[in-house]
């Protein structure tokens, strides 16, 4: 949204392909291709902007940062360890072998100062960037990052309240952006219908054309029509409309649209991202830089209507939830009293996933070929052939899945899985059975690398949603295990002072150390998760634990 | 001050001394034996309840945690990790040989949840601990840590105002606790006279049973008498004085007593360890602990009417600055306006040497022997001839400093120092120069290992003060580096929400991989403070940069 200060010239970019190194081995090529494939103009929402998703998150702080990171990469030697700065390279010191290539803080700010308004000036003063949460730690992968975890939810919800399927169900929802467009394909996975509001035709049309959405209605009246007649139908279908969500949601719960499930994805987290109602998509951009303040208390103001309308459907009996935008607190901080009336969709749906450290596990094929993906895919549906729901999925992305930049794959694994998954593709490497190495990471959205009390540590059991150092021992001990980079985040997708995350990424480069540090990396990084879970009281992580052969000092015999 | 759940029994504790080993290596005893020292009763203010120094701050959360820790150290192998999420042992993982043997975070609050409030609650739920700087990473040495800190600050208070000494000068202070103990012997090693007001008699008289303080007065007019003769003969003299600073500064400012230089280091960070004006020394704890927002608005009102004197003593003339207890921000809370008038003493003295990554290094002696220490004061001695400031303070403290606990010693090196002065160590070690391996850390407040706007990262040259990532990145590149361990806290000397800083120790134990690991980690960890202050655009960091080798790639060419 706003411009804070002269990035520098836009170039084009585009990880390299192939097996010839730029960089001096695999464990900086990777690094390297990672974050040029998170400017890829197939992968970035405006990469000209370095933005990569998720309204301002962003690879690098400026281009000459940019081509800082990249020269720095290329020549980096294998026991030298970059430090990046909220998108900025700010050192090469000497380490070792076992110790990450590069260790990133993004848009950290200490705890009085953690506000937007604050964010913001030192933006404009050239000294931070958002990082989301893949965005600066360069293993943003496009739509199907989210995809995953969205299937997992709408799977969760169909569980949870109907049957097992969405079929016959009607799921009402708003934007269609970086992550929000994995929703109407996430609905459709689960055989129903949807109908997505975004105040942007062209990321709707965008959607269409990677095969997330299936239909871009001329009105919204068409639109409503075509999703009730799948719904009746049981089909799956899903719909776009053009309109803004403030104005949308309240007017189909006037008319008494039969809505089984409500929920939104609109980039709430950062008002300035959030369209208000009576505002065109074209003064958008200079009306938020020019009265950021004033901006902010419009834009509170249409999600508090937005939020009460979504209140009006849970009243009405529909499953609502909250999908990680923070727009509750949003709605809150406007004055309206009963936003937090429904869940966030991890207590809700993923908590139980996440107390056995499971979580959205992924990599990428550096060679970019899509031969590779497909090996690997193999290979974790031989691994893990008892696990059906892991089966369908893998199937359905291979039918559905467009891959953008990189060939990727996500599927959710938990401690005790990765570790497995990591070493088999580390075999396929030395084996030659795929082209080149994998990169193998995840979303900062774990079991174990995120406090955010609005969003992944939202009601924990024992009331410790605001405790932060779980993410800091996260990234410490990924830093501590082999981890091929690092990151540390704060604010991510639910925005400024509300959230500390952490990432990693390992590189299965075929060579025996790598697997010595995918064994321990791959183990500690969902291991952290699950303790996190046991300390908090939760059976099903004492279990897990348990079964994982982890130890937990409080728990052991004096 | 708030008793909040019950803690356990506590017991007697205090480090084994010599060289046989609890546990498995020199690489765990070493955190073994620190974290006992710092419940030393001769370090610990509080050691029953397991409070080591600064109202609150924490070496473990209970002592069932204590416990756990030490049976997970005794029992830790060289390639596994303890991770301490807030004084309690959640986990031990494999690592490797590098990694460090403990991770510790304490504190960490996400932003808009990081308040005294909201850790109170925490903390009665028994999930968190206050971990202040070096209490909660196990490397608190008593009063001398601050003495340093103190004799150097003063130091150039004598030099900026006063021709190079404090001699015929009189010191205004308050505070005789663990840190603020330290303030009388520094000025009186800088030749001056010091008033000390302090409402506990027995913090009072401690600090003359350990030599820190000269003498305690009878009587206000007694103390005021005592310190005015030691001014008027340019004697070194300190005076301690029973009283409400609230009530005394003030008093003594309308008197127009003839004050050189006022400062405070009161528990001012905490609201519930400043004890208000009119309420007794007996009713402080009830009255805390059964209405905290209550006694915390009195304490801040009382903040302000101290505050508001030490304006008028600066208006009058003196040298006044803000010693790093956030008083000034709790009489801003107050509604004093004039609070921000006097600097931190970050920015007034102490922000050049941080440009050169120079900084509180400090050592201790595993064996317990007095003599080890003195070896090494020899060794730094040696190695830097050219430094007279550094040679005085090393013979001063050899004169006047009392061990509490594991001898000890400290002395501000930079980058480019301190690794050469490790290096040395673990020589000394491997030659039997020394009875044992030595512990080599510093104080959380370094030059690159905090974010803290109204102490360390106040008035940064380029409006940088409240950004986070740098401590992040210096504890992320410390683990990367060979650190034995690493902690990362919130809060901290300023409080809540006001700060974020992390700590390195790491163990000289005559090896050739303990070489290894002292050469990057103590080259890496003050590199990070002189790259931090790089990006900063101070001058004496870009030439400390360039003297020191270190690689800033914004500088180097495409
Ligand atoms: N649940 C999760 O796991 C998860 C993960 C990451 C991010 N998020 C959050 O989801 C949100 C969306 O992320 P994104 O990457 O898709 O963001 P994005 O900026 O790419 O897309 C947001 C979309 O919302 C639309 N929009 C804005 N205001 C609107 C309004 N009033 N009515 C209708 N449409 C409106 C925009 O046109 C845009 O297409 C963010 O808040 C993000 O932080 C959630
Ligand atoms: N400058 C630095 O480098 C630095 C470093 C660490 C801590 N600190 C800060 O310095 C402060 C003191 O730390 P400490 O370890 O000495 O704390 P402490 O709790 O051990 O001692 C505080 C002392 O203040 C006294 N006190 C409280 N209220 C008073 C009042 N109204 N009038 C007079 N005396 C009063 C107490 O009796 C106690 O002796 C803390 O705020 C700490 O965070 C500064």
Redesign the interface.
């Known amino acids: 949204m706003t411009q804070p200060y002269d990035r520098g010239t836009p170039v084009a970019v585009r990880a390299p392909r192939g097996t010839a190194l730029t960089a001096r081995s695999w464990q900086t090529e990777a690094p390297l291709r990672m974050l040029m494939n998170n400017l890829d103009p197939e992968v970035a929402e405006r990469p000209d902007d370095l933005v990569v998703y998720g309204g301002t998150g962003r690879a690098a702080r400026d281009w ?2 940019y ?3 990249v ?2 990469l290329t020549d980096l030697r294998e026991d030298e ?3 990046v ?2 998108g ?9 072998e ?3 290539r590069v ?1 990133i ?11 937007w308004p ?1 964010h913001r ?2 933006e404009q ?1 050239g ?2 960037m958002y990082g989301q949460m893949t965005a600066g730690s360069w293993i943003y992968i496009g739509t199907q990052g989210i995809l995953q975890g969205t299937y997992e939810t709408f799977a969760a919800v169909a569980a949870k309240r109907f049957g097992g399927t969405l079929a016959g169900t009607l799921t009402l929802t708003g934007g269609c952006g970086g992550m929000g467009g994995a929703q109407p394909l996430a609905v459709t996975l689960n055989g129903g219908a949807c109908l997505v509001v975004d105040v942007d035709p062209a990321r709707l049309e965008r959607r269409v054309g990677t095969r997330y959405l299936d239909v871009v209605a001329g009105s919204l009246d068409e639109g409503v029509e075509l999703a009730l007649a799948a719904r009746r139908d049981r089909r799956a279908l899903s719909v776009g409309v053009v309109g803004n969500c403030a104005d949308v949601v309240p007017e189909l719960l006037r008319r008494g649209v039969e809505v089984d499930v409500v929920t939104d994805q609109t980039s709430a987290h950062d008002p300035l991202s959030y369209l208000p109602s009576g505002v065109t998509l074209e003064e958008w951009a200079a009306l938020a830089q020019e009265d950021p303040d004033g901006f902010t208390e419009r834009a509170r103001e249409s999600m508090a209507r937005h939020v009460e309308a979504m209140v009006g459907f849970q009243d009405a009996g529909a499953e609502v939830f909250d999908y990680g935008n923070s727009i509750r607190d949003e709605a809150r901080q406007a004055g309206y009293g009963r936003a937090f009336d429904f869940p966030g969709f991890v207590p809700a749906y993923i908590r139980p996933l996440f107390a056995e450290g499971k979580g959205p596990f992924r990599w990428a094929a550096l060679s970019g070929d899509p031969r590779d993906i497909a090996v690997t895919d193999r290979a974790v549906l031989d691994l893990f052939p008892e696990n059906d729901h892991l089966g369908r999925w893998i199937r359905a992305a291979q039918d559905r899945v467009a891959y953008q930049g990189l060939p990727a794959r996500i599927c959710w694994l938990g401690h005790g899985e990765r570790d497995v998954a990591g070493l088999r593709f580390n075999e396929l490497v030395a084996a030659g059975d795929v082209a080149a190495p994998i990169a193998i990471g995840r979303d900062h959205l774990d079991s174990g690398s995120v ?3 609005y969003r992944e540590t939202e009601a924990m059991a ?9 993410p ?2 996260n ?3 990924n ?4 981890a091929t980079w ?1 990151s ?1 985040h ?1 604010g991510g997708g639910v925005g ?5 995350h952490a990432g990693q990424v390992s590189v299965a480069d075929g060579t025996e150390l790598a697997a ?1 540090k995918l064994a ?1 990396v791959l ?2 990084d969902p ?2 998760g699950v ?2 879970h ?2 908090a009281g939760y059976d099903d992580a004492v279990a897990a634990a348990a079964r994982g052969g ?5 728990r ?1 015999g ?1």
Not at 496 to 500: D, K, L, Q, V
Not at 550 to 554: A, E, Q
């Open positions: 000459p940062s081509h800082a990171i020269r720095s360890t970059l430090l700065q909220s900025r390279p700010v050192g090469v010191l000497r380490t070792h076992w110790a990450p260790l803080a993004n848009s950290n700010l200490v705890g009085d100062w953690a506000t604050e000036r030192l003063l000294l931070t406090a955010s009390p024992d009331g410790s949603d605001a405790i932060a150092d779980w800091l021992l990234a410490l001990v830093t501590a295990s082999g690092v540390l704060h400024m002072g509300r959230s500390i010595q321990r183990a500690n291991a952290t303790l996190r046991v300390d982890l130890r937990v000092p409080m052991e004096a």
